[in-house]
């Protein structure tokens, strides 16, 4: 157990739907990352967190959007979803806003039919 | 365009074999390069490189980075069924976000 935890670990729903991941980082880290892993594009940064703000944005879809809530936890919300978005989606936690040796959840699989 | 290269992609070796991991990289104020495993699902972390010619190990596992040439090596000696698994390289490219290769599938077979 690596003490990120991610909710659910699997999720199959339909084109079109909304689905919100959910990302506990270790206890003590500050800053969360969100992750997509898809078979033809290798892990792509999708948006980081720290301490309740935005700190960065990769190639996040304008139908995905996350927060991170005061107890640190964070959303991850996939609307409108289409077949491409079918991943694995992980988070990530660190202690600091610029460490980048951090710890990734189990990840959540996404199966959009 | 930031870029970081894997090779092999895909790497079949028999149990007792060493392997050599290939990560070269391109990118703009470079700090560190990172090693990671990833087995069924989250990658775990092996070991950051920030400076050239220093060896980092642990056990069967060592990495080195050459920054003049741009490239780190992952060897593993001494194969077991245990590290097959997916190898990925990362580089922080903006702040603490992470490139990463494609990644080297390593089957280690008994």
């Known amino acids: 157990d690596s003490g990120v935890t991610q909710t659910p670990k699997h999720l199959i729903t339909a084109t079109g739907q909304r689905v919100t991941l959910r990302c506990s980082p270790r206890?003590?880290?500050?800053?969360v990352y969100w992750y997509q892993q898809s078979l033809d594009q290798g892990l792509q940064f999708l948006i980081q967190?720290?301490?309740?703000?935005?700190?960065a944005k990769g190639n996040i879809l304008e139908r995905f959007s996350a927060q991170q809530f005061p107890d640190l936890h964070s959303e991850l919300n996939l609307s409108s979803l289409e077949l491409g978005d079918s991943a694995l989606y992980f988070c990530?936690?660190?202690?600091?806003?610029?460490?980048?040796?951090?710890?990734f959840g189990s990840g959540t699989r996404l199966t959009v039919v | 365009e930031d870029k970081v290269v894997q090779s092999p992609l895909s790497l079949v070796v028999h149990e007792g074999d060493t392997v050599t991991l290939n990560c070269s990289y391109e990118v703009t104020n470079f700090r560190s390069l990172l090693w990671y495993k990833q087995e069924k699902k989250a990658p775990t972390f092996l070991f950051m490189l920030?400076?050239?010619?220093i060896e980092k190990k642990s056990g069967r596992l060592s990495s080195i980075l050459d920054k003049k040439e741009l490239f780190s090596i992952l060897n593993i000696t001494a194969t077991q069924t245990g590290d097959s698994a997916v190898y990925l390289c990362?580089?922080?490219?903006?702040?603490?976000?992470?490139?990463f290769g494609e990644g080297t599938q390593l089957t280690v077979n008994p």
């Open positions: 967190y720290y301490n309740g703000e935005e700190r």
């Open positions: 920030t400076s050239s010619g």
């Open positions: 990362a580089v922080p490219t903006s702040g603490s976000r992470l490139t």
């Open positions: 206890s003590g880290d500050l800053s």
């Open positions: 990530a936690s660190s202690v600091g806003d610029r460490v980048v040796s951090y710890t």
